[in-house]
């Protein structure tokens, strides 16, 4: 069985925020975490969603021994799924399923 966790960003800008989902996360076992930017206004989404994503890998290396660190997801395979997710909420599924590939 996969554990998939989903997650607005928003809701995690604070570092308090994200210790929680990373507090959270660790009680679950999570196998994919899905990160999701819905109605932000913010300047520079992009730097704000790679600043979150350095900051769950750094966490993560502290917290996960060396089994789990195995099983990560790179932050290749991260930058696809955001890239998805884009494309989805921007209307362009031809794009989706191109990336889904």
């Given amino acids: 069985m996969i554990t998939i ?5 928003r ?10 989902l990373m507090m959270q ?3 679950i076992g999570y196998d994919v975490v899905g990160l999701t930017e ?13 600043r979150l994503v350095r900051h769950l890998r750094d966490s993560a290396k502290k917290a996960e021994g060396s089994r789990a660190t195995k099983r990560r997801l790179s932050y290749e395979t991260l930058e696809l799924i955001r890239q998805r997710e884009a494309a989805r909420a921007a209307g362009n599924y031809q794009l989706t399923s191109k990336l889904a590939k």
């Fill in 25 to 27: 996360a660790r009680k």
């Fill in 38 to 50: 819905g109605n932000a206004v913010v300047d520079n989404i992009d730097e704000e969603y790679h």
């Fill in 11 to 20: 809701t995690l800008a604070s570092e308090a925020s994200i210790e929680d």
């Fill in 5 to 9: 966790c989903t997650f607005n960003a």
